[in-house]
């Protein structure tokens, strides 16, 4: 019978809620711009999320965010800063950064229910790498998964701004590939995913749906779909609903998006490239608050509620055990 009790989520922006002035050790509810935060350390463990993916996303500067970045070395400061976070956390006692499969692995059979938050490591938006040799640095410092893009970046084309690899995008790849580290194409142009798979084909989503139900260039096609699959690689699913159903606005009811749309997505996926290519990476604490999920999420547990609309054979594996059996083997 499927453990309910545990859950692998490839997508959480846990340092920069708290670079926002969110404090994930403090009891929920919250604010999250204007809206509900449903993340926070206790919340995960309650949901039974064991370890995840974490971000260092260093942001541009905008209305939204006039404390971001507009030069590298800025880009730099702040995700310097998220790591800071991560570290200090890692002191408290509540997360465990890990950096290789046997460290995931070691932590996954971890059954100790006052174990940290396991936390990999995932750059959103390459800026802060202030050139190729860079990498480097991160690398040391636990970097192991890295998404060249969030908008256009220094180094290639992202979401609502189309284009390929930079001449410095195309140099970054090549660092990458020579330390064999994962590549994230969420965000990411589709011009630039495809000359970045001809040079390096390490590749995963770790945090989109499909574009054949959302047409926006910030979901994946089918033929990039298709090629993640070939490439061996992997799917995150997102729990936002403006990402799940057409035409669905911040300030419309909660009620019109369900966790059977998202499972829409995920046969879709699942019929181009197979159920154990697909699990979750929730983005549930990336900007948007409880009023834009799912109408059946009200806590975090709920996300189980998900899980078990997911063909049983496929259960377990887009629960957790894909990203396990995938990440294991990778990092």
Avoid at 141 to 161: I, K, M, Q
Wanted: glycine share 10%.
């Amino acid at each position: 019978m499927l453990d309910w009790s545990v859950i692998f989520d490839a997508h959480l922006d846990l340092a920069f809620n708290a670079a926002e002035g969110r404090d994930l050790t403090r009891p929920l509810p919250q604010s999250m711009n204007g809206e509900t935060a449903i993340v926070n350390f206790e919340s995960l463990k309650q949901a039974g999320v064991r370890a995840c993916m974490g971000t260092l996303w260093a942001y541009p500067r905008s209305t939204d965010h006039p404390q971001g970045y507009v030069t590298a070395q800025e880009a730099r400061t702040l995700a310097l800063e998220q790591l800071d976070q991560y570290l200090r956390w890692q002191d408290q006692g509540h997360i465990r950064l890990l950096t290789s499969g046997s460290e995931l692995l070691e932590h996954w059979n971890n059954h100790d229910a006052d174990a940290p938050l396991g936390v990999i490591l995932l750059m959103e938006g390459a800026d802060p790498i202030v050139d190729p040799a860079d990498l480097q640095f991160w690398h040391r410092e636990g970097l192991r998964v890295v998404g060249l893009a969030w908008e256009r970046t220094r180094y290639s084309g992202g979401t609502n701004a189309p284009g390929g690899l930079t001449p410095e995008g195309v140099e970054l790849v090549h660092a990458i590939r020579d330390l064999n580290l994962t590549l994230d194409a969420s965000h990411l142009a589709e011009q630039a995913f495809w000359e970045m798979v001809e040079i390096h084909q390490k590749v995963i989503a770790s945090h989109s749906n499909a574009q054949a139900l959302i047409p926006t260039d910030r979901q994946l096609s089918d033929a990039m779909i298709r090629k993640i699959g070939e490439m061996d690689g992997m799917i995150g699913l997102v729990m936002f609903s403006s990402f799940i159903k057409k035409g669905f606005k911040r300030g419309m009811p909660k009620q019109d998006v369900g966790f059977a749309d998202l499972l829409v997505h995920a046969e879709h996926i699942a019929g181009l490239i197979g159920w154990n290519r697909i699990g979750l990476g929730s983005d549930l604490d990336g900007g948007f608050g409880l009023e834009r999920t799912p109408r059946e999420l009200l806590h975090l547990k709920d996300l189980e509620q998900f899980f078990q609309l997911v063909p049983e054979p496929a259960r377990a594996g887009v629960q957790f055990q894909n990203w396990l059996t995938w990440l294991a083997r990778s990092i």
